[in-house]
């Protein structure tokens, strides 16, 4: 019998990962005939085609973004659940990253390779918490793979937030988030915090937190920011899309203080560039530590990593001895750019 | 330091000065002795310790994590600090036997008498027992980088909001304060009495003056006002005093009540006479007055040198006399300042500190004929460093700030040029959603025609209306962005033209068009011209030419 080499089960084609054995690729950034998809960012989930295998949040999401008719058809998988697709079996893991991420097992005859699309080893009390998945090869993204990159616990994160709104009542604190995820584990990690004002939304997250409510996922009392005169602003925080938190739809807040969750708030320069005033250092990402000790507990021998810090990761496999290549895949990264671009009112 | 550190990091990003203010003062009223008092000083530079090299600290942590992982993260980060405070290993300390993390205190008062081969290894200990933000402030603290945009006097201003004071009475005692300022803190509390400045030679207050409008001259009556010159250099206060045993001591103070005295040590032996004179900063060459350009080679350096002293020869030019020996004459109108100052400017008789003459007039037209032609009002070869005028009521008293009404400035008529606007930037704060921060440029010569140079930058001077109007004109006309910065439309019949008003030109090698304005801002939106009627870098480079000045590198 012949070995089968990885690259024979998964190998990068310009549509994304490819399974020739399997007959799909997973997070396709074209359309193809047939879509494993990991989860709901529009980087990773795109519409146009022709079958869709995800886990039903994910589905339901890009049906939130796209409309009904975002592929030719759709199969819902649960988290532990195995389907035979050609020549492999196909097992979906939480990869705990946002509501319904997925990793996705890909097993041939007795090689096992888990594309963990972009996953978290941080609890977050909005989606199921990531697994541990042993394989011979492991897919790790590497937004944050440089060791600079330490998130520390996000509950103290919203602690700064709260301080501030308490040192600033008379302002308005405006808290950018991306629209899916961050957004509903930034209010999520205020009510843990005991903080049970009402909190605003930009429009463009209402439709997406009313999916997270309707999944079971207790937000407390939301309000759409739209219409509430500015005064009344006065001491609120709202959520916003990362774009708007720059632009002349900031200018309905009563001396808005912009704060920013994320990642990369690591970093001064970042936060800096962004004319950001409070940096909320909370991620959807594994930062340094989480990344390498995911890659450690895999016990795969082989690492592929993708988007984001490639070098710095692949070396440090390679000293722990580990094979490991940067995987050439374009069109992943931050959601951010993908955000829709807030209502420019001045100008419409 | 935890405490502190937060401090800083929010102080970093928080651009407004009234929320610096209440970040500081909450941090002031939260924090206790000492640690508040040291911070207050290492917020006014008041600290002193040998500080780390950057070299000691690329050794802490290349002992400890790979040079690949180190070299990337660098190159990511940009700031030596900052990547080792974010990259330092956890420690593996024992769990049930973890040392706290160290306060501000015990850091500043442990590097006050560490030796130097001691300094790593503490170093380390305190880089193991720090959160992110911590090891940043500690790095910051010890290599002496403690930038952070707040000056001394705003620290200050803070700490006297604590027990809602005048922050000059905190001034005015604060020469004779010492780090960690337990007497300041009680007094502030409420708990003591106010300390005494014992300093014999403490800053006092400035009284600083009003711009006038043209609205402003119907209501004043020539007659009750003094008119001088307002000379183009650095305002400062002298003064001198006796100290226990007799001995004179001397120090030169900036309008801020820093003490500038160490760059100055050639003025130092002409403050012989206990008493405290307001007055200007100039350089004097054979008599003549020079250019703020020249005085400005004389700023901010590390050393003086003999050279420099030589080269440069500092002056004083007296406007008031705020003590007299021991009186105070800060209650006196300021006719009666003026006459002793005169008589103290004559005891002192040394050629390094004159009188800044008054400029006699009869009517507001007189006083404009003078404004407008200094060489012949009075002001002779000098005319050129002369900025305006000042005009001082006679019955005034030295109030310290900007009192209504008493003191108001005249500036001459600035320089203005017709730019046009090239690239634009975000602003700040309240600003941030708006293009607010704009480089304008000039038509020069270029290999392929005509083109555009950037010839300075400015973030001011237009109205709320006129933001508007630029901001939405550049949203609809930019070509590219990069990053924050969009670059906007600027061609020969395309483009805004921008009246740029500024006081001074000099030559400036690290600008591509070799020159660097003074003070510019936006004083007219030129809709109605065309770019390309804009003016030429000719016509700064002959405006350079009349100021006659080469400034080095």
Redesign the interface.
Known sequence: MIMMRPQDILLPVAAGLCCKPGGFHIDPVRPVERAVITHGHSDHARAGHGAVLATQETLDMMRLRYGENFAGSMQAINYGEEIRLGEVCVKFHPAGHVLGSAQIAVTCKDTCIVASGDYKDAPDPTCTPFELVPCDVFITEATFGLPVFRHGDASDEVKKLLASVALFPERAHLVGAYSLGKAQRVIALLRAAGYDAPIYLHGAMEKITEYYQSRGIDLGELRPVKGVKKAALAGTITLAPPSATSDLWTRRFPDPVTAFASGWMRVRARARQRGIELPLVISDHADWDGLTATIGATGAGEIWVTHGQEDALVHWCQSKGLKAQPLDLVGYGDEEESETPAIDEAEA | MNRFAELLD?L????GRN?KL??LT?YFREVGDPDRGYALAALTGALSFKHAKPALIRDLIAAR??P??FG??YD????LS??VA??WPKAVLAAHNNPPPPTLTEVVTTLRTLGKTELPKQLERWLDEL??TGRWALLKLVTGALRIGISARLAKTAAAALGDKDPHDVELIWPGLAPPYLDLFAWLEGRAEKPVNRDPAPFRPVMLAHAIEDSDFAALDPADYIAEWKWDGIRVQAVAGRDERGHVTARLYSRTGEDITGSFPDLVPTLRLPGAIDGELLILREGRVQSFNVLQQRLNRKVVSPKLIKEFPIHLRAYDLLGDDENDLRELPFAERRERLETFIGKLSDPRIDLSPTVAFASWEALTAARADPASAGAGEDADAVEGVMLKRRDAPYLPGRPKGQWWKWKRDPHIIDAVLMYAQ?G???R??FYSDYTFGVWTAGEGGDELVPVGKAYFGFTDEELLQID?FV??NTTEKF??VRHVVHEGDKGLVLEVAFEGLQRSPRHKSGVAMRFPRISRLRWDKPPREADRLETLERMLKAEAVEIEA
Do not use: C
């Open positions: 929010r970093a990003y928080e651009p929320n209440r970040l909450g994590t790979d690949v992982l990337l993260s990511y980060v940009g700031d900052e990547t974010l990259m959160d992110e975000r700040h704060g309240k941030s959603s939405r949203r609809r990053g924050p």
